[in-house]
């Protein structure tokens, strides 16, 4: 699976706009880019996953540009509770005998 | 509202003992895993399951060991626990399914070895 590079923290303010952007240089031809959210003490949550161009549903969009080697995970108007760790992930389609594996994440921190 | 559960959310044991973490996922779900984290840390995956009878390490060396008899229950066992086990377990379950599967996590459950 291609490994992925991501910010370890980032800050910003509510009503503001935040993006993330994930590397993943060595993303092959069936990979998806699929997205998690995890609060202190619960589990991830799926936000968003895409392939390419641009995917966006009522939590966040997804921009992927042609070359598929980065992602950019934004999240609009954000707002206090939007504090948590965000995770890109890289997974192949069809499932398969592969575990599913998080990095570090970006750790987000949205200030009053 | 995911349908997998864990059980316990929190246990507290001594050294050397044997538990049983449980998991139960009731989407029919082919595939299984288990994670660990510790409290601001990475989540590590610890095994995974593609299905019944199939179970196969993660990433991160762990002295657990699972089953998977029915499609449904995916336990984690310690046989004999230590304080360096102490730490959060989850468990989540995903489909077999293209394009890449969503993966629905549990509550967790939060492990002290004293």
């Known amino acids: 699976l291609a490994k992925t590079t991501q910010p370890i923290s980032m800050d910003s303010y509510e009503g503001q706009e935040v993006n993330i952007t994930c590397s993943h240089n060595n993303i092959a031809t069936n990979d998806y880019i699929t997205w998690y959210q995890q609060f202190p003490s619960q589990g991830p949550r799926f936000i968003i996953q895409g392939y390419k161009t641009k995917v966006t549903n009522e939590v966040a969009s997804l921009f992927i540009p042609a070359d598929r080697k980065s992602s950019t995970l934004s999240l609009p108007r954000v707002s206090l509770s939007d504090t948590a760790v965000y995770y890109c992930?890289?997974?192949?389609?069809?499932?398969?005998?592969?575990?599913?594996?998080f990095g570090k994440g970006t750790h987000l921190i949205i200030q009053p | 509202e995911a349908d997998i559960y864990q059980t316990p959310r929190y246990l507290v044991i001594g050294t050397g003992k044997k538990i049983t973490l449980e998991c139960s996922q009731t989407m029919g779900h082919d595939k299984m895993y288990w994670y660990q984290q510790d409290p601001g840390m990475e989540l590590h995956l610890i095994h995974y399951s593609y299905g019944v009878n199939s179970t196969e390490k993660g990433d991160l060396s762990s002295e657990s060991t699972v089953s998977r008899i029915r499609t449904e229950h995916f336990p984690l066992t310690l046989e004999s626990a230590r304080p360096s086990h102490t730490s959060q377990y989850l468990c989540?379950?995903?489909?077999?399914?293209?394009?890449?599967?969503?993966?629905?996590f549990g509550q967790g459950t939060r492990l002290t070895v004293v």
């Open positions: 989540a379950s995903s489909e077999w399914v293209s394009p890449g599967p969503e993966a629905f």
């Open positions: 992930l890289v997974v192949k389609a069809g499932g398969g005998a592969d575990g599913l594996t």
